[in-house]
């Protein structure tokens, strides 16, 4: 990060600078949800803000403007979204923290990552069926077919119909 008194960030240099913190901190794309961002993009800078869960930018001229605060308080959030916290919750830990305590949570996060052991890698064995050319199964080592397994498939098989349907523009 930059010495506070420099900093004066544009949105796409300050989801850069979040970016690159978290990867030092060893959390960028460590959130468990998948449909939590490695890193903000300006659209989530902008709904963090509605939410209140990031302060208001300085405008100057026609330019939003953030600084050292915000950038804690972005990698603060990015930091509890890696323990799978929903905003609410965030949004209430981190209410009217200064600086100081931000950079503490911040940093006792990258120490619980880096402490962290790696996950194990489990590797699955697959069987690639081929039913018909563009039609295939991958089917994982060890399974043994259910009683309702015929039904599953020709309701998967008509879902893909419904979407093939949609995709040419009927409406199947």
Not at 39 to 45: E, F, K, L, Q, Y
Not at 71 to 92: D, G, M, S, Y
């Amino acid at each position: 990060m930059r010495p506070a008194a420099e900093i004066s960030l544009s949105l796409p240099e300050l989801s850069s600078e979040v970016a690159t913190a978290l990867s030092r901190l060893g959390l960028l794309g460590a959130a468990p949800d998948a449909r939590v961002s490695a890193a903000p993009d300006a659209r989530t800078v902008r709904y963090y803000t509605t939410l209140g869960l990031l302060d208001r930018p300085v405008i100057v001229g026609r330019q939003a403007r953030y600084g050292q605060r915000h950038l804690l308080q972005l990698l603060a959030v990015k930091t509890l979204q890696v323990r799978a916290l929903p905003l609410a919750e965030i949004q209430e830990r981190l209410y009217g923290r200064s600086d100081a305590e931000l950079e503490a949570l911040i940093e006792a996060m990258g120490r619980e990552a880096a402490e962290a052991p790696a996950p194990a890698l489990v590797a699955t064995r697959v069987r690639e069926v081929v039913v018909e050319p563009g039609l295939r199964l991958l089917v994982e080592e060890g399974y043994r077919p259910g009683v309702e397994v015929e039904t599953k498939l020709l309701a998967a098989l008509a879902a893909l119909e419904q979407d093939a349907g949609q995709d040419r523009g009927g409406s199947a």
